[in-house]
């Protein structure tokens, strides 16, 4: 009969595991980096909409020429 084989699992060395984690900084703010690109790029130049009290008070206000126009009738 033949011994089973066993098979041994070494653990990464230390270098390995530095280089690992560098790239894994590295991709990380690579993505950073451009997402920040895009949101610069994309959504920033966009004007921020007008959110005073008076202006949404205007914005919801019912026009006042189709109340004069309408007065009289049902």
């Known amino acids: 009969m033949s011994s089973p084989q066993v098979l041994e699992v070494s653990a990464p060395d230390d270098r390995t595991l530095r280089r690992l984690a560098r790239k894994l900084i590295l991709l990380v703010i690579a993505k950073i980096v451009v997402l920040t690109a895009i949101w ?3 959504i920033a130049p966009h004007p921020r ?3 005073r009290p008076a202006a949404i008070e205007q914005l919801l206000a019912p ?3 189709s109340t004069a126009t ?3 009738h049902p």
Request: no cysteine; aromatic share 8%; proline share 8%.
């Open 40 to 42: 610069w790029i994309a």
């Open 49 to 51: 909409p007008d959110t």
């Open 63 to 65: 026009a006042h020429s």
């Open 70 to 72: 309408n007065t009289g």
